[in-house]
């Protein structure tokens, strides 16, 4: 005897499985809809985030300027016992912290000195380094590398000169200009102007990666600005290089006692001559000051799940009691 399902049973089967199909799609979908809203959440609560970041940011660099000011108005000399200079500032903010710290931007080797060509002929100057190429020269001498295979002195300097100045003509056989940099798989050309940060080192032919990081912590790059010199006031004690890279023949044993004998309150020409050799020379061309208007804060907001990181370099107008924003962009610029 055999049974069959009945017409009835078939369509009921078939009903069955639809309602499931369809509940299974329904499912799928709010399931979706559920995960997208979650999705949307989570990027609009990140966006809030980073706008609230930079307002706190740019809350600091207003906070930033006032401190210049007030540290500054009617004193002749700018140093490191000023409250400007202290340690990095941590203040907490809701969700999260915020910290804060001002650098002097004549404390640092400011690597657009390089644009600087003198006043010497090309003909001339292509056979003898400038100035600042000298003092540059004696920085990358100076300074205790991790790594020293890559590192050449002459050659990095007319690399980085070649970069910053405004012509196409390598300097001596060293010299790195557009013909070098558009033979490159990704092509590029050299910027032939000053820098507004100090990133832009790493597209410079002959600066390998490990060489720059460490060479960081000596440099900066002062938009529109290739002044031929250092503030003596507010070199750190712990990088007598940047001193003695401004003379022809200072030791770093004599840069640091000079900077150990820097007062409390900063040099002044009287105080600071007297500490140095008579034999102990400038590089002819290079100046040393004790005093400053250029400046560069460093920011940090950690907010949430969001860190911003600016650098903001300023400048001190002096009896205005003003302070301008030159540049402004990202930390490691």
Same mark, same amino acid.
């Given at each position: *005897?055999?049974?069959?399902?009945?017409?009835? =049973?078939? &369509?009921?089967?078939?009903?069955?499985? *639809?309602?499931?199909?369809?509940?299974?799609?329904?499912? +799928?979908?709010?399931?979706? /809809?559920?995960? *997208?809203?979650?999705?949307?959440?989570?990027?609009?609560?990140?966006?809030?985030?980073?706008?609230?970041?930079?307002?706190?940011?740019?809350?600091?660099?207003?906070?930033?300027? /006032?401190?210049?000011? =007030?540290? +500054?108005?009617?004193?002749?000399?700018?140093?490191? $016992?000023?409250?400007?200079? $202290?340690?990095?500032?941590?203040?907490?903010?809701?969700? $999260?912290?915020?910290?804060?710290? +001002?650098?002097?931007?004549?404390?640092?080797?400011?690597?657009? *000195?390089?644009?600087?060509? $003198?006043?010497?002929?090309?003909?001339?100057?292509? &056979?003898?380094?400038?100035?600042?190429?000298?003092?540059?020269?004696?920085?990358?001498? +100076?300074?205790?590398?991790?790594?020293?295979?890559?590192?050449?002195?002459?050659?990095?300097?007319?690399?980085?000169? #070649?970069?910053?100045?405004? #012509?196409?003509?390598?300097?001596?056989? #060293?010299?790195?200009?557009?013909?070098?940099?558009?033979?490159?798989?990704?092509?590029?050309?050299?910027?032939?102007?000053m820098v507004i940060g100090v990133s832009e080192l790493r597209s410079v032919s002959g600066f390998p990666a490990a060489i720059t990081d460490q060479l960081l912590d000596y440099i900066c790059a002062i938009p529109g600005n290739k002044e031929l010199t250092i503030n003596v006031n507010t070199i750190p004690a712990e990088q007598p290089e940047l001193l003695a890279s401004f003379y022809k023949n200072m030791t770093l044993t004599t840069a640091s006692e000079v900077l150990a004998g820097r007062p409390g309150d900063g040099f002044t020409a009287e105080d600071y001559d007297p500490l140095v050799p008579a034999d102990v020379t400038l590089i002819e061309g290079m100046t040393l000051s004790y005093d400053s208007k250029y400046f560069i804060a460093y920011i940090d907001v950690e907010l949430g799940n969001s860190l911003t990181r600016i650098k903001s370099h300023l400048f001190y107008q002096g009896g205005s009691s003003r302070v301008q924003m030159l540049a402004r962009m990202g930390h490691n610029d």
């Open positions: *005897m055999s049974f069959r399902r009945s017409s009835h =049973q078939n &369509q009921s089967g078939v009903a069955l499985i *639809m309602v499931l199909v369809i509940l299974a799609l329904v499912t +799928l979908i709010a399931t979706q /809809l559920v995960n *997208m809203r979650s999705l949307y959440g989570y990027r609009t609560q990140n966006i809030i985030a980073a706008e609230n970041a930079w307002g706190y940011a740019i809350g600091a660099e207003s906070l930033a300027k /006032l401190a210049l000011v =007030q540290a +500054l108005k009617n004193e002749d000399l700018v140093h490191l $016992g000023q409250p400007w200079a $202290g340690n990095e500032v941590i203040f907490p903010i809701d969700g $999260g912290r915020l910290k804060a710290s +001002l650098r002097d931007g004549k404390g640092c080797f400011n690597i657009n *000195m390089l644009a600087d060509v $003198g006043a010497a002929e090309d003909t001339v100057r292509q &056979q003898k380094p400038t100035s600042a190429e000298q003092a540059f020269i004696r920085l990358l001498t +100076l300074i205790d590398w991790e790594q020293t295979d890559n590192v050449a002195p002459e050659a990095m300097a007319a690399s980085l000169k #070649d970069w910053l100045d405004t #012509d196409s003509v390598p300097t001596r056989f #060293d010299g790195r200009e557009d013909d070098e940099y558009t033979g490159y798989a990704q092509p590029y050309r050299t910027a032939n102007q």
